[in-house]
């Protein structure tokens, strides 16, 4: 009986310690707001918005403790529509993120599937857009370095090294499964990041090629794709500094966009630019300011220099953006906020069928093109966090 009651026991104590060296963990964010824009069609519109200020997503993360410092990691990650309860293409479930790897305490992590690219993952933390102030329409336009994670990566091998005394790096390389051609709608990315203290500082560098309709490894994590062009190169420096309850930021990014073959803004596809070539700088600067432990005042403003070539002329379009906002943290996990966004745009963009250059106009993230250059965006919601 005492040989029994020991066994059972030992068995128990095995099942307890299994499942303890496994995990998974459901997470998310739900984001819904009323948003007032200007100059939308001629006239201003309210409308309800979906992850206005940060996506909408839900998503499944796990790992498996395999011994000696090695584990056994996955993510499954899905953007969503809150409006409608839909998916961001509805093809694809798990539009976001899909991959397994292995992760060495020692070594770093080998991870393959859907992923996003080293850019957005080193880089966005630092920009208003990206998770550092989580705001989308503080985007450069278009999100033409994708530092607010329009798209992500398919078929994509990615190299994640340990964390040296603040110091990490890494690379991905996503795959065309193209037959009739290896580099047709490859990405590949390489990014690096040191944060200790108060002081953060990243760089990133992605190239994809023949990304024509998002084929081969690219592919839109949005309702609708950007930019699709014969060569998109992307590659920016940024830094974050934090001194008692402020943060400012610094980032730069330049964006190589040549063969286009579409630019949208909203989900309107903007004329003229078929076969050109569009260059662009952004300069941003942002901070944040936490009035109390709860209540936070966020701003940034980005300048963005473009050119425009092709059809044996060019154009230099430019951006203004300056965004204001507040967030106030109801608990850990919600918070509701009050934003507000300017931008002004000056320059031709596009060429019409005389080869006239097209006035450029405002095209603030995430919202439809302005029917002038200047446009102003407000939003209140609520956002909560799982």
């Not at 403790?65 to 961001?88: P, Q, Y």
């Not at 694809?92 to 397994?100: E, G, K, L, S, Y």
């Not at 608990?331 to 019409?352: C, E, F, I, N, P």
Request: overall charge neutral; glycine content about 14%; proline content about 2%.
């Amino acid at each position: 009986m005492k040989q029994r009651i020991i066994l059972a026991c030992a068995v128990g104590t095995f099942a307890v310690s299994a499942h303890a060296q496994s995990s998974v963990t459901l997470y998310g964010s739900i984001d819904a707001g009323i948003t007032y824009a200007n100059n939308v069609g001629g006239k201003s519109v309210w409308q309800q918005g979906s992850g206005n200020l940060s996506n909408n997503y839900f998503g499944l993360r796990g790992a498996e403790d395999l011994g000696g410092g090695l584990k056994a990691i996955f993510t499954m990650e899905s953007g969503f529509d809150l409006n409608n309860g839909g998916f961001h293409n509805s093809d694809d479930m798990f539009n976001r993120q899909a991959f397994v790897g292995l992760k060495s305490d020692a070594y770093g992590a080998v991870t393959l599937g859907r992923q996003y690219d080293s850019t957005s993952e080193y880089l966005g933390p630092l920009s208003a857009a990206g998770a550092g102030l989580g705001n989308n329409l503080a985007g450069h336009p278009f999100d033409n370095d994708n530092l607010a994670q329009t798209y992500s990566t398919k078929n994509a091998v990615k190299y994640t090294s340990p964390n040296y005394a603040g110091i990490q790096f890494g690379g991905m390389y996503g795959f065309s499964n193209d037959a009739n051609g290896f580099a047709n709608g490859r990405t590949w990315s390489l990014g690096a990041r040191y944060g200790t203290g108060p002081l953060s500082v990243a760089a990133g560098y992605t190239q994809s090629d023949n990304s024509g309709g998002l084929g081969g490894a690219n592919s839109a994590a949005s309702a609708s794709q950007n930019i699709s062009a014969t060569l998109q190169r992307t590659y920016g420096l940024g830094a974050t500094y934090a001194f008692g309850p402020a943060q400012v930021g610094l980032v730069w990014t330049h964006s190589q966009i040549d063969g286009l073959a579409s630019l949208s803004s909203g989900g309107a596809a903007l004329p003229g630019l078929t076969g050109m070539n569009l260059h662009l700088d952004n300069f941003e600067i942002n901070g944040q300011y936490r009035l109390t432990p709860a209540l936070a005042v966020v701003s940034s403003y980005t300048f963005t220099d473009g050119t425009v070539t092709g059809s044996n002329s060019s154009n230099s379009p430019t951006w203004h953006t300056f965004v204001l906002g507040t967030d106030y943290s109801l608990s850990k996990r919600t918070d509701v906020y009050l934003a507000g966004v300017y931008q002004h745009a000056s320059g031709s963009l596009g060429y019409d069928a005389n080869g006239n250059g097209i006035a450029n106009v405002a095209s603030i993230n995430m919202l439809s093109p302005s029917s002038t250059n200047n446009q102003v965006a407000a939003t209140i919601g609520l956002r909560h966090r799982f």
